[in-house]
């Protein structure tokens, strides 16, 4: 299962608008166990897709994104007992 969540998300990262690729990660974060492979495709999409000053200065906007996001999904699946 994790295998065809990091095919599918690469996939998108390379070939699909951002925003799909940040659902798919969500996705990935609920239904993969310690899915800690979100960071990595958070410094990915940056060191492709970024600019140099970023948001406000900050260059790594989808690395802080995704973290959040693990973090934030790995409290709601314990808290929903799957």
């Known amino acids: 299962m994790r ?3 990091n095919i599918g998300i690469v996939v998108s990262i390379l070939y699909l608008p951002w925003w799909l690729s940040v659902i798919f990660v969500i996705g990935a974060c609920f239904f993969v166990p310690k899915f800690y492979e979100a960071v990595v495709y958070g410094i990915l999409i940056d060191a492709l897709y970024s600019t140099k000053f970023g948001l406000y200065g900050f260059s790594y906007v989808f690395t802080g994104i995704f973290v959040i ?3 934030v999904s790995s409290v709601i699946r314990r808290k929903l007992l799957w």
């Open 69 to 71: 996001i693990f973090f």
């Open 3 to 5: 295998t065809v969540w």
